[in-house]
């Protein structure tokens, strides 16, 4: 069994910086990709930021500058740092994994529970 698990988050100052983790843990044999979307109330799940496997970064354009992705293989983790947070920052976010739990599997789409990040001005 795979899961992604993920910690930080919390209620956060405007202007302030968050930081975010996830990790899998269970029969992991090789992550591909990773990356972290948000979902604000009553809105739909979007992406935020992606990492390869190598540790390229991508982000989408309204986000340039503010958030920070990076990995470490070794721990099976990704991490997000959010920066000059606003309160339309305010939002659950998820972690995602390319996940191949062993060498004859193809590669499946894990998320995480969600991690709850919330902005006063």
């Known amino acids: 069994q795979v899961q992604l698990v993920e910690s930080g988050g919390g209620l956060v100052q405007a202007g302030g910086s968050v930081g975010l983790s996830c990790r899998g843990i269970?029969?992991?044999?090789?992550?591909?990709?990773m990356g972290w979307y948000r979902q604000k109330a009553g809105e739909k799940r979007e992406w935020i930021a992606s990492?390869?496997?190598?540790?390229?970064?991508i982000y989408p354009q309204f986000l340039q500058g503010r958030v920070t992705i990076s990995r470490d293989n070794d721990r099976n983790a990704v991490y997000l740092q959010i920066h000059s947070l606003e309160v339309e920052d305010t939002a659950l976010y998820y972690c995602?994994?390319?996940?191949?739990?062993?060498?004859?599997?193809?590669?499946?789409?894990?998320w995480g529970q969600g991690t709850q990040v919330t902005v006063s001005s």
């Open positions: 990492i390869t496997k190598p540790g390229v970064p």
């Open positions: 269970g029969d992991i044999f090789n992550i591909r990709d």
């Open positions: 995602r994994a390319s996940i191949l739990r062993t060498s004859r599997d193809s590669y499946q789409e894990f």
